[in-house]
């Protein structure tokens, strides 16, 4: 089998049953086979997928993994030649494997693609976590073509020419089998969120390439794993994101980008706190201090991240500030923030 799409689920049985259907009818059985990872799900999941949808393979595991290691899991059982991480929560169009499939049996440099992600409920729209490809500013922060910080832009075909992208969403994101079981697959410690900016930092640093192929169309619901406004996600986004910045970030900026987050992670936990969340301004707290905890444990890996390093700088990671851009500078839009205009 050329490809394998891989569905992580923990207690989904209503996306799975709302979702798989699309991704079913619109993924032709002999170029492709569909199996779902099984998170060791409390709910009717299983017996679901038994049931009513007979043809899709199974993987079940005793406990939750999380995203991280679920696919890390579910991939050690794969030998295609391609693997597409997908969401449950993504209804899929006709021929979306078509165009990504191509780019990548041309370039086999091209390690990932994700396709252009639209928000499900407003199709118009860039969908938050991926829209057009995922770049990422000078501290670390990561934004998309369409999407900067929590402004998302209206889909009128303005990043509809390929592009090299500095990170691929998980939501949808062809890989090659090969080049992730090489490359080390995606950080357990992770759990969830952003461990995919993480392992594509990881590739570009090491000179491969990342695409966004807008030809493939998917809609992603989108925040149906954590709430927007959940503390644990909240914890897990500024703990993750400071320990990809450890582990990836090159030897002379490594100092200053620290110093300048620690103001800037506090002035987010002020805000959290003044706008009514103080549970998220707490786990901002927590998870500074759970970065620090594991800090020492990361050094062998950052130590061997850069010495693998053959791609510096990488040319899709923006080298100001987002923060002042949009904030200070009021640019709202991918376009204007890269540009300067």
């Known amino acids: 089998m050329k490809v394998s799409v891989v569905i992580l689920n923990w207690n989904g049985e209503a996306l799975l049953r709302k979702f798989l259907p699309s991704v079913i009818a619109n993924t032709p059985s002999h170029v492709a086979e569909i199996m779902v ?39 050690s059982h794969i030998d295609s030649t391609y693997v597409v991480l997908l969401n449950s929560d993504v209804e899929i169009t006709p021929n979306w494997l078509d165009a990504p499939l191509r780019a990548m049996e041309a370039d086999d440099k091209l390690a990932g693609v994700q396709p252009k992600i639209l928000a499900y409920h407003d199709k118009k729209t860039f969908e938050y976590a991926g829209a057009a490809g995922g ?45 992730f079981k090489k490359e080390g ?37 989108g925040g149906a794993t954590l709430q927007t406004e959940s503390p644990q996600k909240t914890f897990l986004n500024f703990r993750n994101n400071l320990i990809m910045i450890y582990k990836n970030m090159a030897a002379d900026r490594l100092q200053p980008v620290m110093r300048r987050r620690f103001w800037l992670d506090y002035v987010a936990l002020i805000k959290f706190f ?20 594991l800090q020492k444990e990361y050094v062998p ?41």
């Open 135 to 179: 770049w990422i500013d000078a501290y670390g922060y990561p934004f998309c073509r369409g999407r900067v910080l929590h402004n998302v832009e209206e889909d009128r075909g303005q990043y509809d020419d390929p592009a090299n992208i500095f990170w691929a969403s998980g939501a949808c994101f062809f890989v090659r089998t090969e080049v």
């Open 274 to 293: 003044l706008t009514g969340h103080p549970a998220n301004a707490k786990a901002v707290i927590q998870a500074r201090k759970a970065f620090k905890l």
């Open 301 to 341: 890996v950052r130590e061997d991240n850069l010495s693998k390093t053959i791609v510096s700088p990488i040319p899709e990671m923006f080298r100001k500030s987002l923060i002042v851009a949009f904030y200070l500078k009021r640019k709202k839009t991918f376009t204007s923030v890269v540009s300067g205009s």
């Open 185 to 221: 697959g995606f950080d357990a410690q992770f759990f969830a969120h952003q461990e995919e900016i993480d392992f594509c930092w990881r590739l570009r640093a090491r000179g491969y390439r990342l695409a966004c192929i807008p030809l493939s169309i998917v809609y992603h619901v």
């Open 37 to 75: 990872a099984d998170n060791g799900s409390k709910d009717n999941s299983v017996s679901m997928l038994q049931n009513e949808f007979p043809s899709v393979r199974l993987i079940l595991f005793d406990r939750n993994y999380g995203f991280a290691e679920g696919y890390n899991q579910a991939i």
